[in-house]
Structures are given as structure tokens and as C-alpha cells.
């Protein structure tokens, strides 16, 4: 199956967007690589998205020890 065009999307609980970027996706397993070290510990939503579908799971940045 040929990559399609997506969007990769974190934001904050509260809606707030922190990150966004173009990505090429295909169906099943795929591997998003971000930088996390600008994010302050604490729960955020990601999302990748190509206009028609979405999906949105939750994910947890921990701080340094």
C-alpha cells in the first residue's frame, strides 16, 4: 500500500496545540519520531489525521528523575 498524506497533532488537555506535523502514514503499525524535551511533564492528547479519519490517544510525559 502506497504512505498517504497525514497530520500529527499533540495538544494539551485543554485544547491548546504544541506540536504539528506532516507525515506519511499507511494502514497499520506506523512510527511517528518527536521531540518530547520542550514538553512540560503531564498528560497530552495525540492525533493522526487525513482530513477524513482521526484518531486520538492519550499520552503521558514524564519529568527527568
Do not use: C, W
Not at 503499525?29 to 492525533?47: D, F, I, K
Not at 489525521?49 to 482521526?54: C, D, E, I, Y
Amino acid at each position: 500500500e502506497t504512505p498517504s498524506d497525514y497530520i500529527f497533532v499533540i495538544t494539551t488537555v485543554d485544547g491548546r496545540t504544541v506540536l504539528e506535523q506532516n507525515v506519511q502514514a499507511q494502514t497499520g503499525m506506523n512510527r511517528v519520531e518527536v521531540a518530547l524535551h520542550n514538553l512540560s511533564p503531564g498528560a497530552y492528547y495525540y492525533s493522526l489525521s487525513n482530513g477524513t479519519n482521526r484518531m486520538t490517544k492519550r499520552m503521558m510525559v514524564m519529568g527527568d528523575n
